[in-house]
């Protein structure tokens, strides 16, 4: 969107059905506020729209000399203004390259940026992809005790639900200097057009335009501090300058010995009951649904992203295994222990799930019992019973990064099918590599359309002539009578599909492939 539409567009949104693009609050939301006082002895007021994390990332914009330089030179002019950031925006810079830092501390930027807390805290992934740490207690006790709409700013290229950060709701991408620009307002709901940004030292407005650097100004520093000299200096030792990493000795054993006592890597179940025969590719009755969504269900919504609490079955996992709550980390760097990332599987504080009862986050209601439960809990009592499940959705299903944990996951937790109106490309790829078979509704068909709500158990009726993108039979039956029946096309796209679906998988398809081709 345009700069001037920011703050009539995060307005709409809030007062917009949910969704993609709204939160389904009433007028009053925008009135919303309160107060903070933190134990260091700050004190400010919080208003929907706040911007409570500032970051600029090592993904995408962190590579251009131009926009970095460009926040370098307006924190420089904003700083002279005598401008400042207020208390309760966490701010940081996570450069992609060192090199970023060479040039920022050559052209003497760096210390202004320092100044309004854009220290660097590390090269690499961060707030993009959720690891911008905790917020100040105080704050994050206001934001659930009122309910509180507020923002992040990022210069990332993702911004999904309950990415960026649990508690905060509306998330916005932008460049490294409007990232710095929206930390000095402290709030989406400005027109930095037409509104000032802060004032200075004789309590004068102060406007984006009077700290905003000309292309010329950016050109110029380009040109004087980003030398080849620069990178060479950065690279030349690159795997020899860091001496923790080297000191990792290499074990002798060519596998992976794997510890018992080990929270961040586990010996993954995926060839538990692995033989050399294979399966076939027929109808499937008795399917449970597990969860039923909407539109646009992302990879965030289904992968583990960023952190956790401890009231989540992740969390809870760690503490039975005696991890302080200190040490929880994020499901990224825990990514290697299946038991975090089944955990954290569609366990998105934002997802909703229709059989939920209107309850927001990761749970379900198991069918025979109605109990309303954690899905990891659900998907487990149905491993109990060897149930099939499945996942009903509507359009543009494993849309986002491709994540390979979005398939990892449903697979560990049981699912066997998902039925959606479309799929990312991706993602019904990994599905497929997984052992999943991704159907898809056929057009003007849905949940809706067949009223579906969860009670229903499903089966997939296969013809005995397979091709790729043929139509499958769904029969939907209720307390013993059919409910629905419908064709849906089978999302297998080519021919490998097949060999994917039958091997159960990629792993076991190599693994198969690898004893048989030693034989």
């Not at 099939?388 to 994540?403: E, N, P, Q, V």
Request: glycine share 8%.
């Amino acid at each position: 969107m345009h700069l001037e539409e920011m703050k009539e567009a995060f307005d709409k949104a809030v007062v917009t059905e949910i969704g993609v693009s709204g939160y389904g609050c009433d007028k009053a939301e925008l009135e919303k506020q309160a107060f903070v006082h933190t134990k260091q002895g700050k004190e400010f007021t919080l208003k929907t729209g706040s911007v409570l994390i500032a970051a600029i990332t090592s993904c995408t914009n962190t590579s251009n000399p131009s926009v970095m330089l460009g926040a370098g030179l307006l924190a420089k002019k904003a700083v002279e203004k005598g401008l400042n950031v207020p208390d309760y925006v966490k701010t940081s810079l996570a450069p992609g390259s060192k090199v970023v830092s060479g040039y920022l501390e050559a052209a003497g930027l760096q210390s202004y940026l320092d100044q309004l807390g854009f220290q660097v805290i590390g090269y690499g992934c961060a707030t993009c992809i959720g690891n911008s740490g905790p917020l100040m207690e105080e704050i994050e006790e206001a934001i659930v005790k009122e309910d509180l709409l507020c923002a992040s700013v990022l210069s990332g290229n993702r911004n999904f639900e309950g990415r960026i950060h649990q508690k905060i709701k509306a998330n916005y991408l932008a460049s490294p200097p409007l990232v710095v620009a929206y930390a000095l307002a402290g709030t989406v709901r400005i027109d930095l057009q037409t509104e000032p940004i802060g004032f200075d030292q004789d309590q004068n407005p102060v406007y984006l335009k009077d700290i905003w650097p000309s292309a010329d100004e950016i050109t110029e520093a380009v040109s004087s501090f980003v030398k080849p000299e620069l990178f060479q200096s950065k690279y030349t030792n690159l795997y020899q300058s860091n001496d923790n990493w080297n000191a990792i000795k290499q074990e002798q054993s060519s596998l992976y010995q794997f510890s018992d006592d080990s929270t961040y890597i586990k010996n993954p179940p995926y060839f538990e009951g692995f033989s050399l025969e294979t399966r076939k590719l027929q109808t499937i009755t008795n399917i449970k649904p597990l969860a039923i969504f909407g539109d646009s269900i992302t990879t965030d919504h289904i992968s583990p992203a960023g952190g956790f609490s401890v009231k989540t079955p992740a969390g809870a996992y760690l503490l039975k295994q005696g991890v302080f709550k200190e040490q929880f980390n994020s499901y990224g760097s825990r990514r290697g222990n299946h038991e975090i990332m089944m955990r954290g599987t569609f366990a998105n504080v934002r997802i909703r799930n229709k059989m939920a009862d209107g309850m927001e986050g990761g749970y379900t209601k198991l069918v025979e019992t109605e109990e309303l439960m954690d899905i990891y809990s659900a998907s487990m009592e149905y491993k109990k019973q060897k149930q099939a499940l499945m996942i009903l959705a509507g359009k543009d299903y494993g849309m986002g990064s491709s994540r390979d944990w979005a398939a990892k996951g449903p697979n560990l937790l049981g699912v066997q099918v998902v039925l959606a109106e479309s799929y990312e490309r991706i993602h019904r790829s990994n599905l497929v590599m997984m052992g999943i078979l991704p159907l898809q509704f056929l057009p003007g068909d849905s949940v809706e359309k067949f009223q579906l709500t969860g009670a229903e158990e499903f089966s997939v009726i296969v013809p005995a002539e397979q091709k790729p993108q043929m139509k499958v039979l769904v029969e939907a039956s209720e307390q013993g009578s059919l409910k629905a029946s419908f064709s849906a096309i089978l999302r297998f796209d080519s021919q490998i599909d097949f060999d994917f679906y039958k091997h159960g998988g990629i792993l076991p398809m190599v693994l198969r492939e690898k004893l048989t081709a030693n034989k």
